[in-house]
């Protein structure tokens, strides 16, 4: 579907990080209708499309789990994806290349005042540091994590969103091997790009995914991971950046890294 929002791009863009525009993204009224699936009988959420993007269910988390680590996204799920396409075709449609073909980003302004889902560690909040083993999914392994409680440090709004992508063929497999966990592949929208993840942060670029996640993608599908082996530069990488880097969760602990 094609997207006619009334709304100039170039207007909400030049003022995405303030309170005015993102409450005009709130309210602006779009002709783009995303398509919803059906809920299966198992329990899978319908996933929210349009014509190159759909919400996974990964990423719902991000809404609905209120112990979600990292970036929480308060903002209609439907308009969302609809500014998202906006967007994404005002810019060319350019896709940034992540770290396997599957694997793609979009960036873009942060049109929802989100905060940013990561908190640098410095010598006056390491203190307020927690720690736990936690998990993302009941099927999944619990890992050791660490996170800031947004209650106990000040949380910044980000100036951008890092739109995580997943090919449709990628999520297919993922479903497939970890059925339980990510629900029935044949589900999935007809479209070629599944948001994963919504990454709001203060650069215009990827930052490092954490350490346990690339361990956990290459110990395969089957346990949550996307099946790529390690690369032991951006492990190096990873770790640098994690190192002084924690996760900020709403509640007590979050539920996975």
Known sequence: PHICLR?????????ASSGAAVQQARTVKSCFRPRAMATSAAGQQGLLFGSTFFLDNFALRQWDDPLYGGTKVDFDKSQFLAKVHELFESSGSKLVDGYAPFCKHVFVPNFVGAKVGALRITEANRHLLHSGY??????????????????????PVATHLDLILYSREQIEKECTDMASGKGDPARLPSVPWGIISVKAQEESY???MQPITMLRNALGRAEGGSGVPIDKAAYAQSVSYWDDHATIVNGDSPNGE
């Open 206 to 208: 990827e930052t490092p």
């Open 134 to 155: 936690t998990k993302r999914r009941p099927e999944e392994m619990a890992v050791l994590s660490r996170w800031f409680r947004t209650s106990q440090v000040e949380v």
């Open 7 to 15: 709304m100039a791009s170039r207007q909400l863009c030049s003022a």
